[in-house]
């Protein structure tokens, strides 16, 4: 947030703060077991809800609020804006009945089912550019014929998913598994080649990115070596597809390089709404 309210751009965003997700809408992706026992073990004050997911006794409402706020970003689109949205904790590894991974709700399928809830939008296409593989937003969306699901990642690496033999029901997921020590060169071949037009391909009216930063060469947690150039590149290719995106965070653990990656890709979509 400091990075953007002092970029040169700064004068141009409009800041809003989310409303909160309701338990009925995280029942169109989540089951109500999850969802309840999320709530309980935050109420009787926290614990771990995997062993990289420790929650306290405010994170349920924070997490509905976070999934909120991507559901704020449908709208944002609907009237003509593109969003980015701020939030955490993240969303892609959470599966319909478990959390995993730092992320409690799918954050970005939950905003796909949103979208299509809306008489205007017929086709929607996630792409997630973190560096692990979505499992979570995958499992969920891979049955729906109206959402695709792009994902390129490093491999092996956590959570072990995502190997390219995995295509959704309808041919609707692209899996690009990548090995450690991939940068700038590799990833820009890869999407101009692949992730692009199998996106235009499926005739988007809502493009959604899971946005984590942890593919930056100088993060902590993985080895893809992307500068936060590369990102504006993805960020600009697809507004050539939609002149609107909604991108929102997953991870990135290097705060200076999440803070780079931030403002370019806003720039991206503050110069394509001039
Ligand atoms: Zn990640």
């Known amino acids: ?14 800041w809003l703060f989310p409303r909160i997700a309701t338990e009925t809408e995280l029942e169109w992706i989540h089951t109500k077991e999850h969802i309840d026992n999320v ?58 009945d478990r959390s995993m991974g730092f992320c409690l709700f799918s954050n970005a399928a939950l905003a796909a089912i949103y979208a299509l809830k809306q008489n205007v939008i017929n086709k929607v296409v996630i792409f997630d550019w973190d560096v692990h593989h979505g499992n979570g937003t995958q499992h969920i969306v ?34 690009i598994p990548v090995p450690s020590g991939f940068g700038s060169k590799e990833y820009k071949q890869i999407f101009d080649e692949q992730i692009f ?16 930063f942890d593919a930056h060469r100088n993060d902590p947690l993985a ?24 991108l929102g965070l997953e991870g990135g653990y290097n705060l200076g390089a999440l803070e780079e990656c931030v403002v370019e890709v806003c720039e991206q979509m503050v110069q394509a709404n001039v």
Not at 69 to 84: F, M, P, R, T
Not at 223 to 238: H, P, S, V, W
């Open 1 to 14: 947030m400091s990075a953007l309210e002092s970029c040169e751009f700064s004068h141009k965003l409009n």
């Open 39 to 96: 709530k309980q073990v935050c109420k009787t004050g926290g614990g771990y809800l995997d062993p990289d997911t420790p929650v306290c006794s405010e994170s349920y409402n924070i997490a509905l609020k976070s999934a909120g706020a991507w559901l704020d970003g449908v709208n944002e689109i609907l009237v003509g804006n593109s969003a980015l949205i701020l939030s955490r904790p993240p969303g892609h590894h959470a599966e319909a």
């Open 142 to 175: 891979q049955s729906n014929p109206d959402i695709a699901y792009i994902s390129i990642h490093q491999f092996p690496f956590y959570p072990g998913t995502g190997s390219q033999i995995e295509k959704g029901d309808f041919n609707n997921v692209l899996n």
């Open 197 to 212: 037009p199998f996106s235009q391909n499926f005739s988007p009216d809502i493009l959604i990115i899971s946005a984590g």
């Open 223 to 246: 080895g893809i070596n992307l500068e936060a150039e590369d990102f504006a590149y993805m960020t600009k290719r697809y507004l050539e597809i939609q002149p609107n995106l909604l």
